[in-house]
């Protein structure tokens, strides 16, 4: 027989005791493919265990149905995937009077013991506050939950503070890595001129705006609404001048972290040509109209 056969009749032969309940599975696969270690592809489970909360690492398993394949895969989407909807069964399950009750099963399964209800760092955020070494990111983390932390929730977070440090060092690619540019990336050049407005733009309301996360991650929202672009490439914009990235944690998060002057400076330092922003982003009667509709403007 297979290992497990043969380790079931040592345990019971040799030990006599009963094996654990068999739930079998298909390949445990890693970012879609089979494991080889003849072909390098694969993860251990002490790498695995090393990486992961046990609680993230139990739901990973147990919410996968019995005979289908586990996927595992160490980018920065699945990782951060994988995270967040742990996070939602645990809202679910403390929250949800709605929430079924093999979803409640599969969080209650996931524990290594039963616990109450606790706050809860978003992971992207843990990451990110990590790599910027300005900041003390359990002293950060704690302003945002806005009362000291419990043993429960700084025992957690320092499971993910471990988990985030334990990815970047084995797992992240370099451009999935934060780091905050001390200069305008040259990429910044590739901005479209509706971008390069709304940097502008969200630099003068920046101003006078209270330096919190959701009150910045309001008036990100209102710059765009004013410029008029689209909120993705809002988004774009200021990772790209802050970070040299495409994405990043939430904007509002982002921008708290950092000085008011040095943000209003770096948006500002964007070159912008008034003309071909206002040739970007003009509308054609029928698409204004519609646009006071839709932001519910009142023209007079």
């Not at 032969?13 to 072909?39: H, R, T």
Request: with cysteine; proline share 6%; hydrophobic share 40%.
């Amino acid at each position: 027989g297979g290992s497990r056969d043969v380790a079931a009749a040592c345990l019971r032969e040799i030990f006599g005791q009963e094996p654990p309940l068999n739930c079998p599975y298909d390949f445990f696969l890693v970012g879609g493919a089979k494991m080889s270690s003849s072909k390098g592809i694969g993860v251990t489970s002490r790498d695995m265990a090393d990486f992961l909360p046990p609680e993230v690492l139990r739901f990973l398993m147990i919410r996968t149905p019995p005979r289908q394949h586990v996927n595992f895969e160490a980018s920065e989407v699945h990782i951060l995937k994988a995270f967040n909807e742990f996070d939602r069964a645990k809202h679910r399950y403390f929250h949800d009077a709605a929430v079924k009750p093999d979803d409640k099963r599969v969080y209650e399964l996931s524990q290594v013991v039963p616990e109450p209800d606790y706050w809860t760092a978003d992971f992207q955020l843990v990451a990110a506050l990590i790599q910027m070494p300005h900041l003390d990111a359990v002293k950060e983390l704690e302003k945002r939950k806005g009362t000291p932390f419990t043993e429960l929730e700084r025992k957690h977070l320092d499971l993910r503070i471990r988990a985030a440090k334990y990815w970047l060092d084995h797992y992240a690619a370099e451009e999935e890595k934060t780091h905050l540019q001390e200069t305008l990336p040259a990429r910044a050049e590739e901005l479209s001129a509706a971008q390069r407005g709304f940097l502008h733009i969200l630099a003068e309301q920046l101003r006078d705006a209270t330096w919190q996360d959701e009150a910045l991650q309001i008036a990100v929202f209102n710059a765009a609404r004013q410029t008029p672009i689209d909120q993705p490439s809002a988004f774009k914009a200021i990772y790209r001048v802050l970070l040299d990235r495409e994405s990043g944690p939430k904007a509002g998060n982002l921008l708290s972290f950092l000085d008011r002057d040095f943000v209003i400076h770096r948006f500002n330092e964007v070159p912008w040509d008034e003309l071909e922003f206002l040739e970007a982003t003009g509308l054609a009667v029928g698409a204004f109209e519609r646009w006071l509709l839709s932001e519910k403007v009142s023209a007079r």
